[in-house]
């Protein structure tokens, strides 16, 4: 399993740990081509912690991913049915 697709289903529990965060933040920065800028990160991040759909203050539920996680790929869109809140890069 390829922790890049990591999300809820595939950890053990909706309930990660800050460690387990931060560890999967750090991996996706290994590859700098396929991540979005600070500036489109901290956005991204802005309007999840801003979103009804953020649980846990971790998860959104729509995808079930990590949203610190999901914001960082330039390819992947907020998850929000009909109308995402932010959008994919490049
Ligand atoms: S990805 Fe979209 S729907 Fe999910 S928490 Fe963030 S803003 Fe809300």
């Not at 460690?19 to 489109?40: A, C, F, K």
């Not at 996680?69 to 009909?82: E, H, L, M, V």
Request: hydrophobic content about 30%.
């Amino acid at each position: 399993m390829s922790k890049r697709n990591l999300c809820k289903g595939c950890v053990e529990s909706v309930m990660v740990t800050e460690e387990v965060i931060q560890e999967l933040v750090r991996e996706t920065e290994e590859d700098l081509s396929v991540i979005v800028s600070d500036e489109i990160y901290s956005e991204r991040l802005k309007i999840c912690e801003s979103c009804p759909s953020l649980q846990y203050g971790t998860t959104c539920a729509h995808s079930g991913c990590i949203v610190r996680y999901r914001a960082k790929f330039k390819n992947k869109s907020c998850p929000f049915t009909g109308k995402p809140k932010w959008e994919k890069v490049g």
